[in-house]
């Protein structure tokens, strides 16, 4: 899930202003670069986001505490001072690899510790950089807090664990998941023909501004997923290249993807606006991309196996005879729906015989049953809708529940007028709905083409 690489950075606190120095770490050869710049400088508008608070801060699932009290007992136990590691953590950071996909899904946990073990196994060609003044006392600093042995390597060099090579250069310290790997780094440090910010020009972009998260990576390497087959599709892409900023209590990411050949979105009018407040997750899409729908909608469906050649069928016949899919639903109890809308579609009961469907005249709706897979389709108005809610409950929200566009976020949603795909997350009601904890936090997610640039845009409240 998207809200996972959310996760792993907050582990830094990291935040702006960062030198472009430490790029220069990066061999050409590298696959992807993630710079994390100057914590203190974003710290105030970090926890002014409700969701970064609501990970942060003890009235929540208390990050920030739970840190210094291992700092604090790492100072007991072996008198390393905590200012070693908060010096490394509020200034610049990079992480780089090759050869590893980045799949933010893996990244994803609600347990400090778990970030300490990504650490403690990060792949062969692949390190982290950091800039500090302690670069004697990190890699002890670091050892104690993966839990793992220390040993001196002698030429600024050490050892981690069995496979974690440290070493330190001008000002930086520097981990690696090989000593292959941390020499490369090093060399290519002072070896500006090795560097990849060289050789790439569009990291002068990210050198010039002025980004909280920013980073290059080329294809195939940054898997981005969100629930719904919402993701990046990067399979005809030259590179991509994102960053972020912070203010007025909002995470604004974009990440720029390099196409090799041109497409232009067309502004569309969507009617998603009045859909009921009843769901966390509203995603849109036009049906003119009948495959996008299709894969958007069997991600859903992964449990109706045997039928999903057929179910598959009968949803390009239905996107065909649409204009948009809406998909709604609550993410935490498994309620989903699928709306096409302004169906227009003949042979409908034909169609659905194919799938096995039995209809309900009374009920006015179909059902087909597989396993513990049950779902309904019906019409209500000009719309065909596919789900496991039941026509009767859905229209039940239709006549006692607020619309889309009642909530004040639906301004920003809607001024999303040209898009791939759209989607808005109720992130406050999934925490509360999961854990207890009452915020008020929302996602928007969307995507667009213009030219040979694909964009994806978020915003996190």
Known sequence: MMLSIILFLMLSE??????????DFVHKDYDFVLRISKSADWYTEINKVPFFSFVLNRKGLGFEDSFIRTLEDMKYRTGIDPEV????????????SKGVEMNVSDLMSFDLNYYFEFIKNIATHTFLAFETKYTNQLPKALAFLLSVSYKDLGSNTSLLGDSLYCGSVSKYFVVAGSKQALDLAIKTFSTPEMQLDKSVREFDRLKAG??????????????????????IDDSDAEYLLFHSTVSAGTLNLTVEQKNKK?????KITDNIANLQIAWNYYLAMPTTNTDAVVNSIKEWLQGFTPDIGRLVDFVGYASKSSSYLYTIGRLESGDILF?????????????????????DSQKQEWTMINGNTQLYVYKSSNRLIIGNVDKSKYDSYEKTRKKLKDLPIYYDFSKITTYDFKLFMDVGDIIKSTTGFNISSKLLFWSYRSGYFTYYKLLLS
Do not use: C, H, M, R
């Open 210 to 231: 002025t980004f909280w998260i920013s980073g290059y990576a080329k294809p195939n390497t940054l898997k981005f997923k969100l629930p719904g087959g919402v993701n």
């Open 85 to 96: 590691v908060e010096d490394a953590l509020s200034k610049d950071i990079i992480f780089a």
């Open 262 to 266: 041109q497409e232009t979105t067309k």
């Open 339 to 359: 709306i096409l809308d302004n169906f227009t579609g003949k042979e409908l009961e034909s169609n659905l015989s194919k799938l096995g469907a039995k209809y």
């Open 14 to 23: 990291v935040l702006i202003f960062g030198s472009s120095e430490i790029f």
